[in-house]
């Protein structure tokens, strides 16, 4: 670890906002078990724009009845493997992502995550250098939630 860099403090679950694609407090779980971080999202096409590939993708808020369509540059198409051991291939797009007051580019893939509580999963590269994890609270990085000690969600 760098000398003297005090990292800021990241609970177990934080509000995700990712500017470019028009998304904002997005309940996400860090999780430094996982590689890439990982976005709910239905892919409804590839194409490609000046050259550059793209993927046009839905995000749903069931909640809220939204769906908001996306489109981001699509950097890859990877094996990912999940925590059940299963391999899917997923589109990994980069973007900014927002933690509180960082940002920074982030790699995430885009895959089904209907069954999972947290639309958005926030792993380990994302958090490299940047942040440091207390397991033992939420919200450490959202304002605009009182952060929680403990582990329940």
Same mark, same amino acid.
């Not at 779980?29 to 709910?40: E, F, N, P, Q, V």
């Not at 999202?41 to 909640?63: H, N, S, W």
């Given at each position: 670890?760098?000398?003297?860099?005090?990292?800021?403090?990241?609970?177990?679950? =934080? $509000?995700?906002?990712?500017?470019?694609? #028009?998304?904002?407090?997005?309940?996400?779980?860090?999780?430094? #078990?996982?590689?890439?971080?990982? $976005?709910? %999202? @239905?892919?409804?096409?590839?194409?490609?724009?000046?050259? /550059?590939?793209?993927?046009?993708?839905?995000?749903?808020?069931? +909640? +809220? !009845?939204?769906? /908001?369509?996306? =489109?981001?540059?699509?950097?890859?198409?990877?094996?990912?493997? *999940? *925590?059940?051991?299963? @391999? +899917?291939?997923?589109?990994?797009?980069? @973007?900014?992502?927002?933690?509180?007051? %960082? =940002?920074?580019? %982030?790699?995430?893939?885009? %895959?089904?995550?209907?069954?999972? !509580?947290?639309?958005?999963? &926030?792993?380990?590269?994302?958090?490299?250098?940047?942040? &440091? &994890?207390? *397991?033992?609270? *939420?919200?450490? +990085? @959202?304002?605009?939630?009182?952060?929680? !000690?403990?582990?329940?969600?």
């Amino acid at each position: 670890m760098a000398k003297n860099k005090v990292l800021p403090v990241v609970g177990w679950r =934080e $509000l995700v906002h990712l500017p470019e694609l #028009g998304l904002s407090g997005i309940p996400a779980k860090i999780d430094t #078990g996982a590689r890439t971080s990982s $976005l709910h %999202a @239905t892919v409804i096409e590839e194409f490609e724009r000046d050259g /550059q590939k793209y993927v046009r993708f839905a995000v749903d808020f069931p +909640q +809220q !009845k939204v769906r /908001q369509i996306c =489109e981001a540059v699509h950097v890859d198409i990877r094996g990912i493997t *999940s *925590s059940n051991g299963g @391999t +899917q291939y997923r589109y990994v797009i980069k @973007t900014p992502m927002r933690i509180g007051d %960082a =940002e920074f580019r %982030a790699e995430i893939s885009l %895959a089904n995550r209907s069954d999972m !509580k947290f639309p958005m999963l &926030v792993g380990r590269s994302s958090l490299r250098r940047r942040f &440091v &994890v207390d *397991s033992g609270y *939420s919200w450490l +990085q @959202t304002p605009e939630l009182e952060t929680k !000690k403990g582990h329940k969600p």
